[in-house]
């Protein structure tokens, strides 16, 4: 692992040490949720910024990767439900 940002009480991510794949782990179960492959660029850190929205009673999260040059950012989205006894295992990154 490169490195890693919470996403939340439960929740953080990591980049891979080739810069390629990042993963969403649960603390808890100590196990990999969700993983996303970047094709195009290697990425260097992460930012979770928390979009919160009442009216579909779901905490939203803007993920913002950035290259090691600086020079290109990927932006992922990934929304879990309010309900803390609601895992996110099944709710797909993009």
Do not use: A, M
Request: proline share 2%.
């Amino acid at each position: 692992i490169h490195s890693i940002s919470w996403l939340d009480q439960r929740h953080f991510l990591s980049i891979d040490n080739d810069g390629k794949r990042i993963r969403i782990w649960n603390i808890y179960r100590k196990e990999i949720l969700n993983e996303l492959i970047s094709s195009q660029n290697t990425l260097q850190s992460l930012y979770v910024h928390l979009l919160t929205n009442d009216s579909n009673k779901r905490q939203e999260y803007l993920i913002i990767g950035k290259s090691i040059n600086e020079r290109d950012l990927l932006i992922f989205e990934y929304t879990q439900p309010y309900d803390d006894q609601i895992d996110s295992s099944n709710i797909p990154i993009c």
